[in-house]
């Protein structure tokens, strides 16, 4: 067992960090204990009032219409409690859900890029996904339980030893042994689910990658084997669902089995006084009545465990993502073994109207961690209305740099911006990147180019097309997922027009260019980097990263960088 799989088998069956996370759920405990409160005052009464009528059926004593009266209106009542926990459930599951989605996005976003991208997204989307939809069942069927059991289960058995001691003590004695067994099947139960849950996470991650990298795949002829290694998981998906349900239905046979024998129990050493005489017909049927509602709160919480641990597994995820993010980000350094690692504020909207605009660039020292190593330092100075130009042999770190400006990687070093730290500045707030994956989404064309831009213009949007040789692409145009409909040169120079759109807006003075010419043809490659000079005598400040010889043309400093790397 693994240390977070050993961490989960101990976690209790609320976890505290709910309370902590969800607001909504403060609330919701209150409610159902309330609810829970009452419904075992109205067990007691149905008991008592269905004794007292059918004594007096038998005696001929008593007012029978009036009972039956209050037996219907008790009936009722029960059934109006079961309704209000169902929809107060409902109500906390949905706002919990919501809660958790939002402080799993905030943890996201202040965590940051470096953080993510060693992340599945596709499994950090399967949990906040259909994980967190199956809080659902956690809310409405198995903390409502949990609830009930522990407040109907002692007060049930206080009324009945009140009564009969020995039908109280045969519970006592007999009660526990619901318990034991269901931490036992819990034990193995929660294996079971986080086998399942752990296969559902690589079936997500692999068909997102295979789905993104099928046109590879397809050219290389390796599609059939990609389809037999998702067939593979999915066969193993099938294999450890069957086992969670097999798993559960046994367990529910278990504790009716020990249930049903308890009760039994009871009903017999109940039915030996009432023989002898020593225990009278009415306390006997209101104690008997009374023994499998004792049990049964705790039947169902183990049955309803089972249709919880879905959602119990995803929140475990969220909270770790949650219990990652600092409550509070400064500008402070964080160990990181042997190397201090500078992290990076929050993006706080009044940090980008502070933005430094035309200030230099100044990059001092700037080691970016890689895995475990540490790349070589990195001295540049990129003032406004320059182009400096990143050169270097495959794997030297010139992309790496461009992470660590925008947040992606961890270094160590000073990078400002006029007087400003970087890792103080929300990167959106000064810097306009356009990577090597063109990072496109669905929608127009003009949303791509305009994503993130609070006031889209129209005029601008087709001067920043015009500026990546893209002038012939309609910003009307809808595209698919991400990007579907374009060419990889068109996808390029849509994804460089969006860093265009960005300075032109005035929301970035700093232009980073990651390879913006790779897909595109000497003409075309031509005409991007007047565009690029032509914004930089206009004021920007160009990072520029080219294995193309034509970049130096433009260039008014080149950086070459080395490929030794240092251990971190």
Not at 480 to 498: C, K
Request: charged share 20%; hydrophobic share 50%; with cysteine.
């Amino acid at each position: 067992m693994s240390q977070t799989d050993a961490s989960r088998s101990r976690t209790p069956p609320v976890d505290p960090r709910l309370l902590r996370h969800a607001r909504a759920s403060r609330g919701f405990f209150v409610a159902i204990a309330a609810i829970a409160l009452a419904q075992t005052a109205v067990i007691v009464a149905f008991a008592w009032l269905l004794t007292q009528a059918i004594v007096g059926a038998i005696d001929g004593s008593g007012d029978l219409a009036v009972t039956l009266a209050w037996l219907g209106v008790v009936i009722v009542a029960r059934a109006l409690l079961v309704w209000l926990r169902e929809a107060v459930a409902a109500r906390a599951a949905a706002r919990v859900q919501s809660q958790l989605r939002d402080a799993l996005i905030d943890a996201v976003d202040a965590l940051g890029p470096a953080w993510l991208s060693g992340r599945s997204t596709a499994a950090l989307a399967v949990t906040a996904g259909r994980g967190l939809d199956a809080l659902e069942a956690y809310f409405g069927r198995y903390l409502p339980q949990l609830a009930q059991t522990a407040i109907a289960t002692p007060l049930l058995l206080i009324v009945m030893w009140w009564q009969d001691w020995i039908s109280g003590l045969t519970v006592l004695l007999t009660l526990p042994l619901i318990p034991i067994f269901m931490v036992l099947i819990g034990w193995v139960t929660r294996a079971v689910q986080q086998r399942q849950w752990r296969t559902l996470h690589e079936l997500a991650a692999r068909f997102a990658d295979t789905v993104q990298g099928l046109s590879t795949l397809k050219v290389f002829g390796r599609q059939h084997r990609a389809v037999a290694s998702i067939r593979t998981v999915t066969d193993r998906y099938r294999r450890e669902t069957m086992k969670v349900l097999r798993v559960s239905f046994l367990s529910g046979f278990a504790l009716e089995f020990l249930a049903s024998i308890s009760v039994a129990i009871v009903a017999v050493s109940i039915g030996f006084r009432l023989i002898d005489g020593s225990l009278v017909l009415a306390v006997g049927l209101f104690v008997l009545l009374l023994a499998p509602e004792a049990y049964l709160p705790l039947r169902q919480v183990g049955v309803q465990f089972h249709a919880a641990a879905e959602g119990v597994a995803a929140t475990d995820d969220v909270f770790q993502v949650l219990d990652a993010a600092p409550s509070s980000r400064s500008r402070g350094s964080l160990a990181q073994g042997p190397v201090e690692v500078a992290e990076r504020a929050p993006q706080d909207p009044q940090v980008a109207e502070r933005a430094p605009r035309d200030e230099a660039l100044v990059l001092t020292g700037v080691r970016v961690r890689r895995g475990d190593r540490m790349l070589a330092p990195v001295d540049l100075v990129a003032a406004p209305g320059t182009v400096t130009l990143i050169e270097g042999p495959s794997g030297s770190g010139k992309s790496s740099v461009l992470a660590a400006l925008r947040g992606a990687a961890d270094f160590e070093g000073t990078a400002t911006l006029g007087d400003a730290d970087v890792r103080g500045l929300s990167p959106d707030s000064w810097l306009a990147w356009a990577g090597q994956q063109p990072g496109l989404v669905t929608g127009t064309i003009a949303a791509n180019v305009s994503l993130g831009d609070p006031a889209p213009d129209d005029a601008r949007v087709r001067r920043a097309l015009a500026l990546a040789c893209a002038d012939e692409l309609e910003p009307s145009r809808a595209l698919g997922v991400q990007g579907a409909g374009l060419s990889g040169g068109q996808a390029q120079r849509v994804a460089v027009a969006r860093a265009f759109a960005r300075h032109l807006g005035g929301h970035a003075n700093v232009l980073a260019l990651d390879e913006p010419s790779s897909a595109l043809d000497a003409e075309t490659e031509a005409r991007l980097w007047r565009s690029v000079r032509a914004l930089a005598d206009d004021g920007a400040t160009v990072l520029l990263i080219s294995h193309r010889t034509s970049a130096r043309e433009i260039a008014d400093a080149v950086v070459r960088l080395a490929t030794n790397e240092v251990p971190a």
